[in-house]
């Protein structure tokens, strides 16, 4: 899968010069899939090594579930969660790991026990999550949600989603450069599902993803088992894999540098395949 996903930029990651497959480990009671399997350190890192044997090029540690109508945990019941999963996964891996938090005071402890990514899930709404970055030469991703996850989903509205949701990433990667990020370690998601009607506004983002991609950001999606994927198919989430792969194809196709899945082995397949189309065209 050699090209597009040159900009990940992880010393040792697989993904140096491909897609890259970011594997998510959820470390929550209450995630919309797999809430609560993995809320002990031993069964998280078990998993994580699951991850990272079947493919996965980053791991994705999160301690607060984003899904719909999710109610907030403590800044120390966050770290309580992640921090000690962090250390062990470094200890056992080499794999680079993300934190994926909204909190600035969340994500500097993660980068001092061994995270080297960020990955904002709520963008910049804590504006210390840029500095943070900065102080510790992290990757940032830049995760593109409106409203709060309790509320997000009641009445969301766009004038054009994908024009809108390009700008305010835009917007926020201009904000992470003046607090001393620079460029090539900033990356864009355009927030499949956070503060967004499954058909009317996520489904355009995967069809228009060129339109990010075409930015010259590196571009994370994350279709894995999310609500529009249910709405198209009639499918349950624990049975949203094949569409999840149909997703993760299309999004490789119009150009994102890496996918963000609870099924490594099955994605990077697909990504695979896609891939190498993509390379066909010449």
Same mark, same amino acid.
């Given at each position: 899968?050699?090209?597009?996903?040159?900009?990940?930029?992880?010393?040792?990651?697989?993904?140096?010069?491909?897609?890259?497959?970011?594997?998510?480990?959820?470390?929550?009671?209450?995630?919309?899939?797999?809430?609560?399997?993995?809320?002990?350190?031993?069964?998280?890192?078990?998993?994580?090594?699951?991850?990272?044997?079947?493919?996965?090029?980053?791991?994705?540690?999160?301690?607060?579930?984003?899904?719909?109508?999710?109610?907030?945990?403590?800044?120390?019941?966050?770290? !309580?969660?992640?921090?000690?999963?962090?250390?062990?996964?470094?200890?056992?891996?080499?794999?680079?790991?993300?934190?994926?938090?909204?909190?600035?005071?969340?994500?500097?402890?993660?980068?001092?026990?061994?995270?080297?990514?960020?990955?904002?899930?709520?963008?910049?709404?804590?504006?210390?999550?840029?500095?943070?970055?900065?102080?510790?030469?992290?990757?940032?991703?830049?995760?593109?949600?409106?409203?709060?996850?309790?509320?997000?989903?009641?009445?969301? !509205?766009?004038?054009?989603?994908?024009?809108?949701?390009?700008?305010?990433?835009?917007?926020?990667?201009?904000?992470?450069?003046?607090?001393?990020?620079?460029?090539?370690?900033?990356?864009?998601?355009?927030?499949?599902?956070?503060?967004?009607?499954?058909?009317?506004?996520?489904?355009?983002?995967?069809?228009?993803?060129?339109?990010?991609?075409?930015?010259?950001?590196?571009?994370?999606?994350?279709?894995?088992?999310?609500?529009?994927?249910?709405?198209?198919?009639?499918?349950?989430?624990?049975?949203?894999?094949?569409?999840?792969?149909?997703?993760?194809?299309?999004?490789?196709?119009?150009?994102?540098?890496?996918?963000?899945?609870?099924?490594?082995?099955?994605?990077?397949?697909?990504?695979?395949?896609?891939?190498?189309?993509?390379?066909?065209?010449?």
């Amino acid at each position: 899968m050699a090209g597009h996903g040159s900009g990940w930029g992880f010393r040792g990651s697989r993904a140096a010069e491909s897609v890259a497959i970011v594997g998510i480990v959820n470390v929550t009671p209450d995630s919309f899939y797999d809430g609560g399997r993995y809320a002990s350190v031993d069964r998280a890192l078990a998993h994580a090594l699951r991850l990272c044997e079947e493919g996965a090029d980053v791991l994705d540690i999160g301690g607060e579930s984003t899904r719909p109508g999710a109610g907030p945990v403590s800044e120390l019941e966050e770290q !309580h969660r992640v921090l000690p999963v962090i250390e062990a996964v470094g200890k056992n891996t080499e794999l680079p790991i993300s934190i994926d938090t909204r909190r600035a005071t969340v994500a500097d402890e993660a980068l001092k026990h061994g995270a080297s990514v960020v990955n904002a899930v709520a963008g910049l709404r804590d504006p210390g999550l840029a500095r943070v970055c900065a102080e510790h030469d992290a990757l940032l991703i830049i995760n593109h949600m409106r409203g709060e996850p309790r509320t997000m989903q009641d009445a969301p !509205h766009y004038d054009d989603v994908v024009v809108d949701v390009k700008r305010e990433l835009l917007a926020q990667a201009t904000a992470a450069q003046a607090a001393g990020v620079p460029r090539a370690r900033i990356w864009l998601d355009p927030g499949l599902g956070f503060g967004k009607d499954p058909l009317r506004h996520t489904l355009p983002l995967v069809a228009r993803l060129r339109e990010l991609v075409a930015t010259g950001y590196p571009v994370m999606v994350g279709p894995s088992r999310k609500s529009f994927l249910g709405k198209i198919t009639g499918a349950a989430v624990e049975d949203r894999l094949p569409a999840t792969l149909a997703a993760v194809a299309a999004c490789v196709l119009a150009g994102a540098s890496a996918v963000r899945v609870h099924d490594v082995r099955a994605a990077r397949e697909a990504a695979l395949v896609a891939q190498a189309i993509r390379g066909a065209r010449g």
